[in-house]
């Protein structure tokens, strides 16, 4: 039986964008994902719920996030769910489940979404796609 792991997801970031590197020099960035749903309970009153997302996307991708993303900016989110098993301070085992992003692309228009993206990106840039792994990155930024 075939199986599937895929996520969608169109929402805001909570935060700036964090990104660091590997040992190995690889850009890594995490960012949180807000995504809201509304609906009408059985008593008709109106509800709104917020979803909160954790994304981590690597490479060229990891970069551009963390230089044209901010709090606040409207990002479409492409990828699979995974879940880190680690162990915190006091050495218990813990696990986060988050979107191992294949592809992001920003949605907000120039001057929209936190901080001004920079001058040289165009309306239509910001689609970026992390290769598999162990594939070579692209080395070609859209804008």
């Not at 960035?29 to 994304?55: I, K, P």
């Not at 992001?104 to 165009?122: A, I, M, S």
Request: charged fraction near 25%.
């Amino acid at each position: 039986m075939a199986s599937l792991n895929m996520v969608q997801l169109i929402g805001r970031l909570g935060r700036d964008v964090e990104l660091r590197y590997t040992q190995s020099g690889n850009p890594v960035a995490n960012f949180n994902l807000a995504t809201d749903e509304s609906y009408t309970d059985r008593d008709g009153n109106r509800v709104q719920r917020t979803e909160w997302h954790r994304v981590v996307a690597y490479g060229k991708t990891a970069e551009n996030c963390a230089s044209y993303l901010h709090k606040g900016s409207l990002v479409y989110v492409e990828g699979s769910l995974q879940t880190r098993k680690w162990t915190d301070q006091n050495g218990a085992e813990r696990y986060t489940t988050e979107i191992k992003a294949q592809r992001v692309q920003f949605l907000d228009r120039k001057g929209e979404g936190g901080e001004q993206q920079p001058q040289n990106q165009r309306r239509d840039a910001g689609r970026q796609q992390t290769p598999p792994a162990g594939g070579d990155y692209m080395d070609d930024v859209p804008f």
